[in-house]
């Protein structure tokens, strides 16, 4: 069992930054892949940001890839998603994912077994 919680969230200007950060308990955290997803009202749920159990690959979507930047932190079992020129179409409930080894495609909510509750971020024009 993993538990997440995200925080970082908030209000922000168009251009502006946010840093969340997802801090997990329960499981041995260097064991799973983290992912950020968001969801905006009306939208599914789509990916973000994944990094791998090791840490040595990252993966983005094209609408945050070079903007966005996700680390981890195995010591503090922490995941951070660093958001830059943020846009309103960022506009979200980010939720931060945990999938053991994560061998398939990160991209995919599927792959993943833990979820948090999600953090509301909110980009005004």
């Known amino acids: 069992q993993v538990q997440l919680v995200e925080s970082g969230g908030g209000l922000v200007q168009t251009g502006g930054s946010l840093r969340l950060s997802c801090a997990a308990s329960g499981d041995t955290f260097r064991d799973y892949a983290m992912g950020w997803f968001r969801q905006a009202p009306g939208k599914e749920r789509e990916f973000v940001s994944a990094?791998?159990?090791?840490?040595?690959?990252?993966y983005y979507a094209d609408y945050v890839r070079g903007r966005f930047t996700i680390s981890r932190d195995d010591a503090k079992n922490t995941v951070l998603l660093q958001m830059n020129s943020l846009k309103p179409e960022d506009t979200a409930v980010y939720y931060c994912a945990a999938g053991l080894y994560g061998l398939g495609s990160l991209n995919s909510p599927a792959e993943y077994n833990y979820w948090g509750q999600g953090t509301q971020v909110t980009v005004s024009s």
């Open positions: 990094i791998s159990w090791r840490g040595g690959t990252t």
